[in-house]
């Protein structure tokens, strides 16, 4: 089982790029990284997920050094619509897929 | 495909009463999961099912058992509700072979007075 630590909260503005990291330095060697986005009474959704280096989708950018020990999440050019909560998960195939307290992020304009 | 479906939306007990929450998930997922989320929390695991026929606690068990009925359906009871208990409960899928996301529902608002 993966535990996982991230900021509480953290603030931007409209137009940033933001990087939210996860420590996970228990991170077993068959668990995967994976990052959802939750909105307010919504259940999360999915973003990302990688294993190592870097991984990159429509939505972000995953960067995982070769240690593992973390992961950083990176949001280009934030909108208001990107407030809400981010989750990082050590994901293994053992099952018990545990959140940890997520980081809230707030966008200004 | 509508993915993972709950049951109720909403629903108020008094303490004491029972009550069942239903999940249904049409994606032919092995592995199912149960988690509430208090305000402003993060989300806390109830119980998951990693195949059918098998299920497991959590990190918050007490006050709640699970059937896995079948592939498809995984509910979560209540038996005796306390005021505790009040919080959003998420029912979850995924096909753990794939390392394949974790596909939630639109939850189940629960209050117990």
């Known amino acids: 089982l993966a535990k996982t630590t991230q900021p509480i909260s953290m603030d931007s503005y409209e137009g940033q790029e933001v990087n939210i990291t996860c420590s996970h330095n228990?991170?077993?060697?068959?668990?995967?990284i994976t990052w959802y986005q939750q909105f307010p009474s919504q259940g999360p959704r999915f973003i990302i997920q990688?294993?190592?280096t870097k991984v990159t989708n429509e939505v972000a950018s995953l960067f995982i050094p070769a240690d593992r020990k973390s992961s950083t999440l990176s949001l280009p050019r934030v909108s208001l619509s990107d407030t809400a909560v981010y989750y990082c998960?050590?994901?293994?195939?053992?099952?018990?897929?545990?959140f940890g307290g997520g980081t809230r992020l707030m966008v200004k304009p | 495909n509508a993915g993972v479906t709950q049951t109720p939306k909403f629903q108020v007990l008094k303490t004491g009463q029972s009550m069942t929450l239903q999940c249904a998930q049409d994606?032919?997922?092995?592995?199912m999961y149960w988690y509430r989320q208090d305000p402003g929390m993060g989300l806390r695991l109830i119980y998951y099912s990693a195949s059918e026929g098998t299920t497991d606690k959590g990190e918050v068990p007490n006050g709640y058992n699970v059937s896995r009925l079948n592939k498809r359906e995984f509910s979560l009871r209540l038996e005796s509700a306390a005021p505790s208990q009040t919080s959003v409960y998420f029912c979850?899928?995924?096909?753990?072979?794939?390392?394949?996301?974790?596909?939630f529902g639109s939850g189940t608002q629960l209050s117990v007075l």
């Open positions: 990688g294993y190592k």
């Open positions: 228990n991170i077993a060697t068959n668990d995967y």
């Open positions: 979850a899928s995924r096909n753990p072979a794939t390392n394949e996301k974790l596909f």
């Open positions: 994606m032919n997922h092995n592995s």
């Open positions: 998960l050590g994901d293994n195939a053992g099952n018990m897929l545990t």
